[in-house]
């Protein structure tokens, strides 16, 4: 359980660190990807119960998992998705305009 | 309360219509959305007047298992911002809107949509999916022009607005794993039994996330860049809605989940105040620097965003009101000003400073508004934006953040720098020959509407301080509202 | 000294992210540390209850079209809209990346392929509520057969079989669709988007029909986010 925790701290931190040192515009939305996914495995964390079954009760379980944050999970999946592809769009847009997709040279390009 | 409801399906169902109409019917894009606007400023109306005592309404009949809505007097003075400025800012874009039409009223409708949302939900998840969406249709529009700048601004703005929600949704999960539930009610009960720590700790994400959004000092560098070149229209309901719905939310989760003791005893109220202080002196500097006039505004809206952090946050009945008030004034306010500034555009693309240089001479009615209106939110009197201002420094001062009063004086002088320098470029004489389009009569009644506003409430500040004088009984005192929405 | 800057730059945000982890480290730590299972009456009330209440086996399907249905219509709106800035944002050009031509293989994989994405997605939608499923992963699997034909043979054939407006038609009516359905319950003197509560006859548990309009809202969803994928991968892909 707690080690579960770990992996949702680095992921985290992972994505963290893509965002704030790198230059590449692709690496940053990738970066927004990898955060989104540490909460999804927070959410998923949430709602574990040790030999929990699937909230598909087709037959009467001893323990089942919380379902509300799966629900939540998917919600949070879908605005992930929508948020990352319009990031992707307006990226192909910024490198149809200036030709690069670094953000150092795109600040010169603006001077 | 089944008007509730319809205030958020109602754009959402207008929006899609339009996407309908696009593909089939093109020609009835006009009639549509003006149409809609009209009723849904009748269900505003409807619902603000039934706003005391607040109203609980189920969405699914689940009560307490569900989502729930809320009226209270805090969202029924959002509602009521809406409803000055929606109808307005519509017919002006029907004239003013050349190019994506249909999309620019899709997204504005599907963002009042996301803020009736964010203002009516009494539940947590909820709030962040609504948030989502007025703040990803607010990008949208952002990009709608399509120009360098705009893309650059819509990077930066997703960016950032994804990174708050980020932050929001973080605080969001941990607050489920902690109390098991997502109803703002029964997380302030349960909240009683959690250790200070944690509290602290979740607050501080709530707020880092919003804060973003709100875009005080240090993380305000993305809201000139969006202003810049976007559809002026848009920016009357971003400075008016988008950005004070951030605040809305804040203020909502701080008051209600956490509840005035906590913050008073973990220090955020001093934290707030400060943070407020800092901004509006730093924004007043920038906005002295600028040459762009959506620029200048921009600026100008993140220091007056500072006044009202300033007033809601010194914690007692007197900075609640007055900052409520200031909300409210400074949405018609920066409104007229916006929307003064978009005529200028479409008559002469007027951009920079220097571009409105004499026309105070060719738009007098249009130009004496946009004076009245920069005087108000300078703070002179006899206008709206005097006496807001002034009930801010008094509850700061009555509650001991002296400094806050006395930086805010300063902050009056600075700003009044900034725009008499406007104000004397607007009516110095030139001697250039100006093409002139027109304005017609669908874009000036909006601006006029909203400028007479400015004097109106300046003059009878009684007409909504009868509203927002219900506000900080159901923020103060978050038992009065736990009960009602737990249905006592 | 612009290299000393530069690594001090680069130490300064590493120290930052670091203690931004030992501090949700932490924090988790706490979190877990406290009792905190015992107040799940909530989720505790949907899976004693659920079934019951709303007929629907799939416990997450009922909290996602019944218990919490309103957060669904807000995520089929970002979806909605990020489908639409996309298609305004990127409208122009053509496919660049697909030069090459595939060979037979391919294409007739392709095509013996798509009849069962399309009973996949099918079955998906309609036994969300039985089966683990739903709108939301059958439409995905419905916006693969466009997705496939882009891939393998080209936008334009693929914008030739299945039409942009025709697409953005079917989203849009995934959408009303979502809120008629809603209305349904104010209709019959109950609240919005109700559905357990406003007694449709929940019908026998496990059948095809049942669970009210839980699988009506399920097949809007999953038109609407079938349509919204397709446009969103088909915009990505044109920008030249």
């Known amino acids: 359980m707690e080690l579960a925790y770990v992996v949702v701290i680095i992921l985290l931190s992972l994505g963290m660190y893509t965002i704030i040192t790198k230059k590449n515009l692709i690496k940053i939305v990738m970066g927004f990807t990898i955060l989104e996914s540490s909460l999804i495995l927070l959410l998923i964390l949430v709602s574990y119960k040790p030999g929990g079954a699937a909230p598909i009760l087709d037959k009467p379980y001893e323990i089942v998992v919380d379902p509300i944050p799966q629900a939540l999970a998917l919600t949070a999946i879908v605005i992930g998705a929508s948020v990352t592809a319009v990031m992707l769009a307006v990226v192909i847009k910024i490198y149809k305009r200036y030709g690069t997709l670094n953000v150092d040279e795109l600040r010169k390009l603006r001077g | ?488 | 000294m612009s290299r000393m800057n530069a690594m001090f730059k680069k130490l300064y945000k590493l120290v930052l992210v670091v203690s931004l982890a030992i501090f949700l480290f932490i924090v988790f730590d706490e979190i877990h540390n406290l009792d905190n299972n015992s107040k799940r009456y909530l989720s505790e009330h949907y899976i004693s209850e659920g079934v019951q209440e709303t007929g629907a086996i799939n416990i997450v399907t009922s909290v996602l079209y019944d218990y919490r249905a309103f957060d669904t219509l807000g995520e089929a709106t970002v979806l909605l809209t990020a489908a639409a800035i996309l298609s305004f944002l990127v409208p122009l050009g053509k496919d660049k990346m697909l030069g090459t031509t595939f060979t037979m293989i391919v294409s007739q994989t392709t095509k013996f392929f798509i009849p069962f994405l399309a009973v996949l997605g099918a079955y998906l939608i309609l036994f969300g509520h039985l089966a683990p499923g739903g709108g939301f992963v059958g439409g995905v699997v419905m916006a693969v057969i466009p997705i496939l034909l882009t891939i393998t043979y080209r936008v334009e054939f693929s914008e030739y079989k299945f039409k942009p407006a025709k697409k953005k038609l079917a989203e849009d009516i995934g959408a009303i669709g979502f809120i008629l359905l809603g209305l349904v319950g104010v209709v019959t003197g109950s609240n919005f988007l109700a559905n357990g509560q406003a007694n449709f006859g929940p019908g026998n548990t496990g059948e095809l029909i049942s669970a009210g309009l839980i699988p009506f809202l399920n097949l809007m969803i999953g038109i609407k986010v079938g349509a919204g994928l397709a446009i969103i991968f088909n915009s990505l892909i044109k920008e030249k």
């Open chain 2, 1 to 488: 309360m089944e008007a509730a409801v319809w205030l958020i399906i109602l754009p959402l169902l207008t929006a899609f219509f339009i996407g309908i109409s696009k593909l089939y019917f093109k020609k009835i894009l006009a009639p549509l959305v003006t149409g809609s606007a009209i009723i849904y400023l009748y269900l505003l109306i409807l619902v603000i007047n039934h706003s005391y005592p607040p109203k609980v309404y189920n969405v699914g009949a689940w009560g307490l298992m569900g989502i729930n809505l809320m009226v209270d007097p805090f969202s029924a003075m959002f509602l009521l911002m809406i409803a000055i400025l929606f109808l307005p800012v519509i017919i002006f874009s029907v004239k003013y809107i050349k190019s994506h039409k249909h999309k620019y009223f899709i997204f504005t409708y599907l963002m009042t949509a996301g803020i009736a949302g964010m203002v009516l939900t009494a539940d947590l998840f909820n709030l962040y999916v609504f948030l989502e969406v007025s703040s990803l249709s607010s990008c949208a529009l952002v990009a709608l022009k399509n120009t360098n700048k705009g893309i650059e601004g819509t990077f930066k703005y997703l960016i950032m607005s994804t990174l708050g929600s980020f932050f929001i949704l973080l605080a969001t999960i941990l607050t489920y794993s902690l109390t098991g539930t997502l109803n703002m009610a029964e997380i302030s009960l349960e909240f009683k039994d959690i250790p200070f720590q944690i509290k602290s700790t979740l607050m501080s994400f709530f707020v880092f996330g919003y804060v973003i959004k709100i875009g005080l000092i240090p993380l305000h560098a993305w809201i000139p860049d969006t202003y810049e070149d976007s559809p002026i229209p848009y920016n009357v309901l971003s400075s008016g809605l988008v950005m004070k719905s951030a605040v809305y939310a804040l203020i909502k989760v701080l008051y209600i989940i956490f509840g005035i003791d906590f913050l008073d005893q973990s220090g955020m109220l001093h934290i707030g105040v400060f943070w407020g202080v800092i901004t509006f002196i730093v924004a007043h500097l920038l906005a002295y620097q600028q040459s762009n006039l959506s620029r200048l505004l921009a600026y100008s809206s993140v220091a007056q965003i500072a006044y009202i952090t300033i007033g809601l946050f010194v914690g007692t009945e007197g900075g609640l009101i007055a900052g409520n008030f200031h909300i409210l004034n400074h949405a018609i306010m920066k409104g007229t000003l916006f929307l003064v500034t978009a005529i200028f555009y479409y008559s002469l693309s007027a951009v920079k400073i220097e571009d409105i240089k004499g026309l105070g001479y060719k738009f007098p009615i249009l130009s004496f508004i946009f004076v009245v209106a920069s005087l108000a939110i300078v703070g002179l009197p006899p206008f709206n934006g005097f006496i807001s201002k002034w009930l801010i420094v008094e509850a700061a001062i009555e509650s001991g953040f002296v400094y806050a009063g006395f930086f805010i004086l300063v902050g009056t002088f600075l700003s009044l720098t900034y725009y008499l320098k406007v104000i004397v470029t607007l009516y110095t004489k030139t001697e250039k020959e100006l093409l002139i389009v027109k304005p017609t009569l669908s874009l000036r009644l909006p601006t006029i509407f909203l400028g007479s506003l400015c004097i109106l409430f300046g003059i009878v500040p009684s007409i909504p301080l009868s509203l927002i004088n219900k506000i900080p009984k159901f923020l103060l005192d978050n038992g009065e509202y736990i009960r009602i929405l737990l249905g006592g």
